[in-house]
């Protein structure tokens, strides 16, 4: 049988899609494919292209490898468009002269930005925001430029808003021609809500707003509006809109919509039958679809019925979420319908930046469509119920408030939806197919997403895939929930909740009140921190004490051999020559071996458990204080030199480091905290590297948050400028507070960041802007530890009850382990190695 | 105070009641062996195993946390988490390990542990 020749034009998404469909589709040998694309790159992931900013590679964003069309009998010929399609002789020309026959072609040639015929367009220092060259040409621009300027107060101009923002153009404005921001997915009230979180954030916007001239000599500098004003700008995206490339359609006769895009019926056929368009250049009805998920479902009509198959395309909803500069927005269903329609529930908090609406059908049954601005958590719930005309519950007002008082949640969940619920449209991906790879064995979301490809295209499919993955798991009778052992049938920040509200003070309350069985060294530590972190009881409290973790139930570090070692406190690691002295002589009366730390301080090994009290009635009479080496608890607080003795030191970084290790001494936390401050650039503390870093710059101090050394190391990430210490301290109250209350167990900063939904951004958003309206307790409750600080090996040695619990032998408390062995080295002792 | 002197067991006077913390350890020396002695307060039982840990022969498992796995009560040396049953010694992380064990009985606020 001869081949059926199918050549594609265009490389991008959908016609990636396409070809990947047919595969998937034909048998082998039955299709000869043949794909061109103008750009260089095979397809790439232009949904995400921002994340080119955020450090994803061109490679990273690629959606299948030149190797991928080689393995597959695809010839790919790229940097080649096609220029010429001649319909009587069936064959196409490209610009590198290659003329190819065809049996059917496959037009996937998207779009381009549509740029405003604005005099100056044409200056340098003038992008639009559509191709990775793009994006490189606006990264390698941006240096230069201080004063940002976005044409298009749409989805895609506020996303090359932010990526403005990212690239250190804080100045940006955002020129809308319209009187409000996205005006074609959200309402009047959305959009003034919006507009005011995105102004809290930097940005400024101006709407009602007609661009006229693009000003400058080659470069620009000025942009010149309809009502006589005008601002300086040395760097302006255009983002007005799209515009269907459908220009080698129009050249071969083939019919065109007015305002382009190529016209198309329901199996997506052209005007000639054996010329189909598919993806953002195919008009349908009237309507070009500049949305990922109806593109591939194109892509499947053509490939089904080019396979034998039967298949309509029906139009498509356009329903979107998005995370714009780490506002959530979404829209769904039809968002606008008119109050004398329906039914419209609108819930606002102008304070928190939260905006939703819900427009129900009169008879109150069901869901229209609807916004949600700010939280939008309930997205994919409420767009299923409205695309599966899922039956409302009594008060529609708890799908966007959650319900209140009750024990269910708004609407049945997921396990409400029929089967065929598409849960994944980019995909197609139905409810069902989620459900049964999971009981195939797909138990996390990452296996989902290989196997059944949900999640792979836009991403905003994915909360909720997790929630059925959760509960087809567990209706299978399998363990899902994140919770911390047997003995609680909770996550950590759920014990931390219950422990605070009920104000249990001891593991047995805990334990009796919320969870079974006897514990278990996994939980009670988990406890132990969580009680410390709560009330900063002294950890030792009857009861308590054999629920920490070993180390902290002896105040010091066991080491191989049983032996401990004691690491006083030096703060930012400044230490007096007296004191230098004391902890010489208390080494040596205790035969103790000595090493200067990473983190500027001094430890003193092979302490026997029994000599602890004695070692530090010592060092707490010559000033010193514990170092909480042993605990899951603030370690140190690095610090270079700074201003008082470096020569290039911005500010005194010494002082700041002791400031803040004083202010967090003792903090209970769910794993180590580590932290440093610089004097400036030059960060000789490596505060980068830390759970929390500051470097001083010439107006005040920067701050990071949640690097990392360790054996991940990872970069902490910018989050205020230029702040003052005053609202330094006030941020990290809240970061570590926020922190302590919902990290699991044993995550540092850096693993919690990385599990976090929405990232960097949404922390920021939370510590800066209070998102979760939660700053102000969290300030309280830190204040509170820091007041209730007290030093606990200074409470042992006061104490001649808890020194009781430092003897080796219970019945010979005067008699050390005899078996523990040293061996000499270097001049210092050292312990006989394991067996 | 008969019974003690039986032939089958050997009943050796370790510490009072209060010696040992509330579900917590302590270290018993019985001539040159040492023995690990828990007072589980919580299942209202006491325990005794070697307090050599037989992982990497560490003289800890006294200081180790006490717990139930399913109704198995267990303790976790401090060092590398093995844990073992307190009941029979054996090892629960799936190692070949084994803790010796002893008998234990509280009689008028004193604890006392078959050493045979
Ligand atoms: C920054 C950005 C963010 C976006 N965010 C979202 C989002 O969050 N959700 C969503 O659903 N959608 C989003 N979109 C839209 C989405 O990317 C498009 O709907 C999708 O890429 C369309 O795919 P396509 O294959 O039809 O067109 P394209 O991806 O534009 O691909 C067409 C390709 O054809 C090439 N071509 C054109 N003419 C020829 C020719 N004559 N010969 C050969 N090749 C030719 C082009 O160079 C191009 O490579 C976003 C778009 C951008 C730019
Ligand atoms: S970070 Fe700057 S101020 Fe601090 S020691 Fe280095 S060069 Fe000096
Ligand atoms: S790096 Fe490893 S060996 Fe070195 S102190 Fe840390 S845990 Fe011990
Ligand atoms: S020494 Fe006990 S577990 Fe390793």
Not at chain 1, 23 to 32: C, M, V
Not at chain 2, 67 to 73: A, H, I, L, R
Request: aromatic share 8%; with cysteine.
């Amino acid at each position: 049988m001869k081949k059926i020749k199918i050549v594609v034009i265009g490389n991008g998404m959908v016609g990636y899609k396409f070809c990947e469909k047919l595969l998937s589709k034909a048998k082998a040998d039955q299709f000869e494919l043949i794909v061109f694309g103008e750009e260089i790159r095979p397809a790439y992931d232009r949904v995400h292209l921002s994340a080119f900013f955020d450090g994803k590679t061109a490679e990273d964003l690629s959606m299948a490898g030149v190797e991928w069309y080689v393995n597959n009998g695809i010839k790919l010929h790229l940097g080649d468009p096609v220029q010429q399609i001649d319909r009587t002789k069936k064959t196409i020309h490209s610009y590198r002269g290659i003329t190819e026959s065809y049996d059917y072609i496959v037009l996937a040639t998207g779009s381009a930005a549509f740029v405003p015929s604005i005099p100056g367009v044409e200056k340098d220092g003038v992008f639009v925001y559509r191709t990775i060259e793009d994006l490189e040409m606006i990264r390698d621009y941006a240096p230069k430029a201080r004063k940002g300027a976005v044409i298009g107060g749409g989805l895609l101009g506020l996303e090359a808003a932010k990526a403005m923002l990212d690239l250190g153009i804080t100045d940006t404005h955002v020129i809308e021609f319209a009187p409000r921001l996205m005006p074609r997915q959200i309402d009047e009230a959305g959009s003034k809500l919006l507009q005011g979180k995105l102004e809290t954030l930097g940005l400024t916007i101006l709407t009602n707003t007609n661009t006229l001239e693009i000003a400058g000599d080659k470069a620009i500098t000025k942009m010149k509006f309809a009502n006589d004003t005008s601002i300086d700008v040395d760097m302006l995206v255009i983002s007005a809109g799209i515009k269907p490339r459908d220009e080698i359609a129009k050249l071969c006769g083939l019919e065109v919509g007015q305002r382009g895009g190529i016209v198309v019926n329901d199996q997506m056929q052209t005007t000639d039958p054996f010329i189909f368009a598919v993806g953002e250049c195919a008009l349908y009805k009237g309507m070009i679809y500049g949305l990922i998920a109806p593109g591939y479902e194109m892509a499947e009509v053509v490939a089904a019925n080019l396979t034998g198959g039967k298949k309509e395309f029906l139009g498509f909803d356009m329903s979107t979420k998005l995370k714009l500069i780490g506002v959530d927005v979404a829209s769904f269903g039809d968002p606008f319908v008119p109050a004398n329609e329906a039914r419209v529930i609108v819930y606002e908090d102008t304070n928190k930046g939260i905006y939703k609406r819900v427009n129900i059908s009169k008879d109150g049954k069901e869901l229209l469509g609807g916004i949600l601005i700010g939280d939008a958590e309930q997205y994919n719930m409420l767009l299923q119920t409205c695309k599966n005309k899922i039956v409302l519950p009594a008060n529609p007002e708890d799908l966007i408030l959650g319900s209140r008082g009750g024990e269910s949640e708004g609407g049945a969940g997921v396990t409400g939806l029929p089967d065929d619920a598409m849960i994944c449209s980019c995909e197609s991906v139905s409810k069902g197919d989620i459900c049964s790879a999971v009981v195939d064995g797909a138990e996390t979301v990452d296996k989902i997403k290989a196997c059944t490809k949900a999640g792979t295209g836009c991403g905003g499919c994915m909360p909720m895939v997790k929630d059925l993955m959760v509960h087809t798991m567990k209706a299978n009778g399998k363990l899902v929930r994140n919770v911390v052992c047997e003995h609680f049938a909770y996550s950590r920040q759920e014990i931390y909740d219950l422990t605070k509200m009920g104000k249990l003070q001891s593991y047995d309350e805990v334990l009796t009140a919320h969870g079974k069985g006897d514990g278990c060294e996994v939980c009670k530590p988990v406890v132990a921190s969580i009680l410390a972190s709560l009330w900063n009881d002294m950890i030792l409290k009857k009861g308590n004490d054999v629920v920490q973790d070993s180390n902290d139930r002896f105040l010091a570090n066991i080491q191989k051999g049983g032996t401990y070692s004691v690491v006083p406190r030096v703060a930012g690691g400044e230490i007096t020559p007296d004191k230098l002295i004391a902890l010489g002589q208390v080494a040596k009366e205790f035969n103790l071996y000595t090493k200067i730390t990473g983190g500027q301080r001094i430890d003193l090994f092979g302490a026997h458990v029994s000599d602890l009290p004695a070692i530090w009635k010592l060092l707490i009479d010559a000033g010193f204080e514990s170092g909480h080496a042993y605990g899951k608890a603030l370690r140190t607080v690095k610090s270079c030199v700074g201003s008082t003795w470096c020569r290039f030191g911005l500010h005194d970084s010494v002082s700041f480091a002791i400031e803040i290790e004083e202010r967090y001494r003792g903090l209970r936390a769910p794993h180590k905290l580590k932290s440093g401050v610089s004097g400036c650039i030059r960060e000789c503390a490596e505060a980068q590297s830390k759970d929390f870093g500051i470097i001083a710059t010439e107006k005040g101090w920067n701050l990071y948050v949640c690097g990392n050394g360790g054996s991940k190391p990872q970069h902490a990430h910018l989050i205020a400028t230029d702040i003052d210490s005053a609202t330094l301290i006030k941020y990290l109250d809240r970061f570590l507070m926020f922190y302590i209350k919902t990290a699991d167990p044993l995550t540092r900063t850096a693993t919690w960041l990385n599990k976090m939904e929405g990232g960097i951004d949404y922390l920021k958003n939370v510590i800066l802007n209070d998102s979760l309206g939660i700053a102000a307790d969290l300030e309280k409750e830190m204040q509170s530890l820091v007041d209730a600080y007290k030093c606990e090996w200074k409470e042992v040695v006061d104490n001649p009850e808890l020194q009781k619990r430092f003897n080796h032998f219970v019945n010979a408390p005067t008699e050390k382990d005899p078996t523990i062995q040293f061996v000499e080295m270097r001049d210092q002792k050292k312990v006989a190695d394991w067996k | 105070m008969s019974e003690l002197k039986s032939t089958k067991v050997n009943w050796f006077f370790a510490c009072a009641v209060e010696d040992v913390p509330e579900n917590g350890g302590v270290c018993v020396k019985h001539g040159d062996d040492q023995i690990a002695l828990f007072n589980f307060t919580r299942r209202g039982e006491w325990y005794a195993t070697q307090n050599m840990c037989p992982h990497r022969q560490q003289m800890a498992i006294s200081r180790g946390m006490i717990g139930s796995v399913e109704d198995e009560p267990k303790v976790a040396c401090p060092f590398h988490k093995k844990t073992f049953s307190l009941k029979d010694g054996s090892c629960l992380s799936g190692d070949d390990y084994q803790l010796k064990t002893y008998p234990v009985k509280v009689e008028d606020g004193k604890v006392y542990i078959d050493v045979k």
